[in-house]
């Protein structure tokens, strides 16, 4: 497959910048000790897992078809964890998870009986303190719903249970800031953690971020297990697939009221959900902010406000010109949807080698079957 006759809108995922972020996670673990299961949310294009299973130690899951997912395609340990289980849920996923994080207590207590025994038990706690830069994306928000707060803990159920999770970071690239939070939970619940077999740090952690101090965080981590007698886990997902993976797209038209708009064929209410959702602006590949020629880079969906970005460039944007809106595998892919049915972007992979392979295409039956499989009669 030769590269610039791909049609786009396409994802590529570089294997060889995959592969960079992964030696980072193994370091981590060499150095800590700590154990790594990829969080299936960020990051599911399971094509490419068999670059990214030799690194890791399994998956983790927000929804009973991840766990489903991580089982059959990533293998090792694969951890459950919902917000909301159904009893079905439960059942569903009971003989093919190895540990099973509950949200809350009345969970744990509906449905313990279904995986006693069969699986290892958790516990997910909200220590009340967190790193986010976003409140949509913070675990620690007011009125959250995310694991049970110090207060409302029965102190009796840490007799009952293996582990427990805490997921506190979102895109946190302070090292002495985590290392805060981890002294933090020492403090508030040492006495709980050293009954236990594992505690799950989450995921959130931006080890993989240029200059991170990976020893560092390696030392801490690996100074808390001992403290408490447990088995760590950390749960990236964003911090693997990062800097991955780019959203190849085309200039279609270019539209001037005031500013000048270059409209590609693809939109972030579509393709890249997050450039909306948390108000992010994407990156071009292509840009120059030193360029004489300003583009606000807009989406080809009918919503108003749905664009990339605004960026400069060296040259005037031509209709037809390729650009590639760079770091979109992240909570990106897993996001899809087919919003004003424009085409979904094919997935590829650029192996080490340089050569091409492809994941998947999608076409207008794929559209229609995701709206309806049978009519009324
Ligand atoms: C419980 C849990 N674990 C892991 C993650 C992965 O976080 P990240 O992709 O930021 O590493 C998340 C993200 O929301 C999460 O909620």
Redesign the pocket.
């Known amino acids: 497959m030769i590269k610039n006759e791909l049609k786009t809108p396409y994802f590529m995922i570089n294997e060889g910048k995959l592969i960079e972020n992964l030696e980072k996670a193994k370091h981590l673990k060499e150095v800590s000790g700590v154990k790594l299961v990829l ?1 299936l ?3 599911s294009t399971w094509g490419v897992f068999d670059i990214i299973k030799p690194y890791l130690d399994g998956s ?1 899951s ?1 929804g009973p078809f991840e766990v489903k997912l991580g089982y059959e395609t990533f293998g090792g340990e694969t951890h459950a ?1 919902s917000v909301g289980y159904s009893e079905d849920d439960v059942r569903e996923v009971a003989d093919i998870c190895d540990k099973m994080i509950f949200n809350s207590q009345s969970q744990l207590a509906a449905y313990r009986h279904i995986v006693e025994g069969k699986v290892s038990i958790g516990l ?1 706690l909200n220590p009340g303190v967190s790193y986010a830069g976003q409140d949509l ?1 913070n ?1 620690a928000r007011p009125y959250s719903r ?1 694991g049970v707060q110090a207060d409302h803990i029965d102190p009796t159920i840490f007799d009952s249970i293996d582990g427990v ?1 805490f ?1 506190i ?3 946190n690239k302070d090292v002495d800031a985590f290392i805060g939070l981890l002294d933090a939970i020492s403090q508030q619940f040492g006495p709980h953690l050293d009954k236990l077999d594992w505690v ?1 740090m ?5 080890f993989t971020w240029p200059g991170y101090d990976i020893d560092k965080l390696g030392a801490a981590l690996s100074a808390f297990s001992k403290k408490h007698g447990v088995q760590l886990y950390l ?6 697939i990062t800097k991955t993976t780019d959203l190849v797209v085309t200039v279609v038209d270019i539209v001037e009221n005031e500013k000048k708009t270059a409209i590609v064929n693809s939109a972030t209410e579509a393709h890249r959900l997050d450039t909306l959702i948390y108000d992010e602006p994407a990156s071009i590949l292509e840009a120059n902010s030193e360029g004489d020629h300003e583009y606000v880079i807009g989406s080809c969906s009918c919503l108003a406000g749905d664009q990339f970005c605004e960026a400069k460039f060296d040259e005037p944007l031509e209709v037809g010109q390729q650009l590639h809106i760079m770091d979109s595998a ?2 990106t892919m897993v996001k899809l949807n087919w919003f004003n049915g424009l085409k979904m972007p094919s997935i590829y992979c650029e192996r080490s080698s340089g050569q091409i392979e492809k994941l998947n295409e999608f076409g207008y039956d794929d559209f229609k079957s995701s709206l309806s499989r049978w009519s009324i009669s």
């Not at 989450?202 to 931006?206: I, L, P, R």
């Not at 749960?235 to 693997?240: F, K, L, N, T, V």
């Open positions: 969080a949310k960020c990051f983790t927000s964890y997910r994306a675990p995310l999770m997921h970071n979102c895109e799950s989450g995921g959130g952690v931006f749960e990236p997902g964003e911090a693997i992240g909570y």
